[in-house]
């Protein structure tokens, strides 16, 4: 993968901003039926609401590609014995219930 395969979105403040406008940037400079697939890159404990944000707002036919990095040192097999992590995982248990009855995601 080369360096003009790489597009970065940097004015968003959130997660569904950050979808809306790299949909945007997606189609104005590439086209999606120009491509494929996508890779997501995102924080572990964040992975799911980002995947179905993405669902809602991508078209169907795009791949999605998860990459996920760990943050506060806490990961899928030990995040409910740190405090940080019971509060992030909890925090993006709220907010997966809050954004799918607002229509913002999708199931996945």
Known sequence: MSQKNVILEDQSTN???NVIFSKKIIEEKIGFDNIKSIILITKHYHSRRALMTIKRHFP????????????YGFNKNNWFGS??????????????????????????
């Open 15 to 17: 997660t569904l901003e």
């Open 60 to 71: 169907k036919k795009i791949a999605i590609i998860p990459v996920t990095y760990e943050i």
């Open 83 to 108: 405090k940080i992590g019971k509060k992030k995982v909890l925090e993006e248990y709220e907010k997966i219930k809050k954004y799918l009855e607002k229509g913002d995601i999708e199931e996945l």
